[in-house]
């Protein structure tokens, strides 16, 4: 790896993202090979890298290039993943987890990631960068492997907050469409209402008022309004975005990494049972391997924190090298849209046009 001064373009800033390195389950190790996979793919990547200094320093040893690009910022405390978010917030603000956060918030980093607990994660962020004006409860967004030609959609809210009204979800299909226009390059996003059935009166109230609000705001809002999904729906090419509630979200993704498991190791113990399913194997290698590249969820790992003032990427826990240079990846590119600044002007306007939508037609019913 080139020296940093010989891989940044002329006449382009670097982009800097801070890194949790601690609280992941694979270690140091994953998040640091993470970061490198990441510099060899963008030149213009630096690094501001917060945990413990030895740890790092050790991992970065044999990689000069990479350490040249990293400012190191020695956190000893570590925020664990069985830390209920009230004890983090309160004891960790000498923890790696805070200190990438505090680094975000001071501008010297474009956007923040962690492999750290989710909810210490979430609660460190709203309380440092606060939530984008109008913004009620913020939303984890993540990617979702489908039949639709840029090949993933968006679900959100996968489990910010399990609690969701009418604006809130709202605010969701706004913010949701925000992102697949700068995360997926999508001009005008279809965005459904998750519910548990296609028709106009299925569902709860919370969900007939949502829709009729989200509906008001999407041609203003450069999105489309395809009313009620089903399950069925979300992995599907009739919908980019499925906006649903925190609690139902996160039923969904751990319903479907679950199964997805439960598949791989079907087909595993089907294709070793006899010598002649071996075979079968050997001859399916290519297709399997094929296969495996197009639902890896290494390569789409990273949810994004939407509705904060700050780009914040949570990746899984358990990811390896791979899942981590994902996530990085994520970040650098929401970081490169300035997605944060473009995310809280369409609330706003999305807001403003909802509640000039409402008064029209309460007028109107007059």
């Given amino acids: 790896m080139a020296d940093a001064e010989n891989r940044i373009p002329q006449n382009h800033p670097p982009t800097t993202i801070s890194i949790d390195a601690m609280g992941g389950d694979n270690g140091v190790k994953a998040v640091i090979g993470g ?10 990547l630096n690094f501001i890298v917060h945990g413990k200094e030895a740890e790092i320093k050790r991992c970065l040893r044999r990689k000069p290039g990479l350490a040249s690009i990293c400012e190191i910022r020695n956190c000893e405390d570590v925020i664990t993943m069985e830390d209920k978010p009230s004890a983090a917030l309160r004891g960790g603000k000498k923890s790696s987890m805070w200190g990438s956060i505090a680094t975000l918030k001071s501008g010297k980093a474009q956007a923040a990631v962690s492999c750290g607990n989710t909810g210490a994660l979430m609660a460190m962020s709203t309380i440092q960068l606060r939530k ?55 001009r005008q996003p279809r965005v459904g209402l998750l519910n548990v059935g296609t028709e ?19 041609t203003s809002s450069d999105f489309q309004f395809v009313g009620f999904v089903e399950g069925s729906d979300i992995p599907s090419d009739r919908v980019d975005i499925i906006v649903t509630d925190g609690f139902t979200g996160n039923i969904a993704l751990k319903t479907a ?5 439960q598949v791989s190791d079907l087909l595993k113990a089907a294709f070793t049972h006899t010598l002649l399913s071996r075979l079968g194997a050997l001859f399916a ?37 791979t899942g981590v240079a994902a996530a990085i990846k994520l970040a650098y590119d929401l970081a490169q849209n300035d997605f944060a600044e473009k995310l809280s002007a369409r609330v706003a306007s999305g807001l403003a046009a909802s509640k000039d939508v409402l008064s029209n037609n309460e007028e109107a019913s007059t």
Avoid: C
Avoid at 35 to 44: G, L, N, T
Avoid at 153 to 181: E, F, H, T, V
Avoid at 257 to 261: D, K
Avoid at 296 to 319: E, I, M, Q, W, Y
């Fill in 35 to 44: 970061m490198e996979k990441s510099a060899r793919i963008h030149p213009d």
């Fill in 132 to 186: 984008a004006p109008g913004v009620n409860r913020p939303a984890i967004a993540i990617l979702w492997p489908s039949t639709n030609k840029q090949k993933y959609n968006i679900l959100l809210d996968a489990g910010a907050d399990i609690k969701a009204d009418p604006q809130d979800l709202l605010k969701y299909a706004i913010m949701g469409a925000s992102y697949a226009r700068n995360g997926l390059a999508l």
């Fill in 200 to 218: 106009e009166f299925k569902g709860r109230i919370e969900l007939q008022d949502a829709a009729k609000l989200i509906g008001t705001v999407a």
């Fill in 257 to 261: 990494e679950g199964t997805a498991r």
């Fill in 285 to 321: 290698f290519t297709s399997l391997r094929r296969l495996r590249n197009r639902i890896d969820p290494r390569k789409v790992n990273g949810g994004v924190f939407l509705g904060l003032n700050g780009t914040v990427v949570k990746s899984h826990g358990g990811a390896d090298a």
